[in-house]
């Protein structure tokens, strides 16, 4: 395999941002995209980087420089290591550490003296970046507060919309239950899918027979919250976010014997 790293183009702005929401899904939109990267002493072709295999674009990462100042008007530059992305079928193929190097090397040669990264401890750079000389030196933890369950509810489950499904699992049916805290006190969000024609689309609820739920699952909302960001990781990768999950509590299943049969594909 050919493999380089080079720096991105002028006219290849709108091909980086596809590849931000193919690998990110989303990541954004155009205006996130100038809020971001139209910065006053920015310049895409020099911060953001490309990783290609065989002329095909593969990942790529971007480096933000800002100088700050010190004490006695002393002033050092600092760089913050962002939007590293990987092409979803080229996962495991040391993609990350290719960009990360290149980006590392790019803050030597500009004499930025520290290099940080804002990242998520559920994901994967949160693991990675100590092999390129990266510390872990604090966490903020980041609440949320439900104040309308209902619009909660449909905006997690159109996360999974583009979501397909083997042909085995046609007909499946979930139950999803989720436990909310409001300012108005607890309260408990229930609804019915079915795989129809390889997605997942909600039904009436007075179709439903507890006897005839082939999957019923019932999460609280920051364990479904962590599941949804890596819904579109590897399968290996998100069955050990699940059993985690699974292991303190937080996420219930129960599964029907059809559903068994399904996947093996009998009926």
């Known amino acids: ?5 080079r720096n991105l183009r002028v006219g290849e702005e709108k091909k980086h941002l596809e590849m931000l929401n193919l690998c990110f899904q989303p990541w954004g939109d155009e205006e996130k995209w100038k809020r971001h990267y139209e910065q006053r002493h920015f310049n895409a ?23 700050v100042f010190l004490r006695n008007d002393r002033k050092t530059r600092v760089y913050i290591a962002g939007d590293g992305y990987v092409h ?31 990242i998520s401890i559920y ?39 583009g979501i397909s499904f083997s042909k085995n699992l046609e007909g499946l049916k979930l139950k999803l239950t ?3 805290i409001t300012p108005k006190g607890k309260h408990e969000i229930a609804k019915v899918f079915q795989v ?10 007075d179709i439903e027979d507890s006897n005839n739920i082939d999957v019923a699952i019932k999460a609280d909302v920051s364990a ?13 990768t998100l069955f050990l976010i ?26």
């Open 1 to 5: 395999m050919d493999r380089k790293v």
């Open 45 to 67: 072709t020099e911060n953001v980087v490309v990783v290609e295999e065989d002329n095909e674009w593969i990942g790529g990462g971007t480096a933000w420089f800002h100088d």
């Open 88 to 118: 979803p079928n080229h996962r495991g193929k040391g993609v990350y550490s290719s960009f990360m190097q290149s980006l590392n090397e790019l803050a030597r040669k500009k004499r930025a003296s520290l290099g940080f990264g804002f």
């Open 123 to 161: 994901g994967t750079p949160f693991k990675a970046l100590p092999k390129y000389g990266f510390v872990d030196i604090f966490y903020p933890s980041t609440h949320i507060l439900v104040l309308n369950p209902d619009k909660f509810f449909n905006f997690l489950i159109a996360q999974l919309e």
């Open 178 to 180: 989720i436990p909310f």
């Open 196 to 205: 129809k024609r390889g997605i997942l689309c909600e039904v009436e609820r």
């Open 224 to 236: 479904l919250l962590r599941i949804l960001k890596h819904i579109h990781l590897s399968k290996r």
């Open 242 to 267: 699940v059993f985690a999950n699974f292991l303190l509590g937080r996420f219930r299943m129960r599964f029907s014997i059809r559903l068994a049969r399904m996947a093996l594909g009998c009926r």
